[in-house]
């Protein structure tokens, strides 16, 4: 069974930083594509970041230059780092994986991320 388990959102100020973990199990988490996403409320889901199997990453124009995504596969890891946080930041962030060939798409439960001052 395929699990993703994110942690570390919590409150910041703006301006600070986050670092959020996905932990997958369950599969060959080398395999796979992993993604973060977000949802504001009352918003749709949008791709932050993603890292492809072969360490390629891509960014959503909102957070260019202040997120970073990396991975450790000796840890079945998938990490965001978040610098320079604003308020339109806040979110409930959730891990995603997929891999050619496999239908599937794995979705964590998600983290709530808040910048408030």
Partial sequence: QVQLVESGGGLEQPGGSLRLSCVMSGTDFSQYT?????????????????????????????????????RSNAENTVYLQMNSLKLEDTAIYYCNAWRLGISSVFWGQGTQVTVSS
């Avoid at 949008?46 to 995504?69: C, L, W």
């Fill in 34 to 70: 992993m993604g973060w996403y977000r949802q504001a409320p009352g918003k749709e889901r949008e791709m932050v970041a993603q890292i492809s199997s072969v360490n390629i990453p891509h960014y959503g124009d909102s957070v260019k230059g202040r997120f970073t995504i990396f």
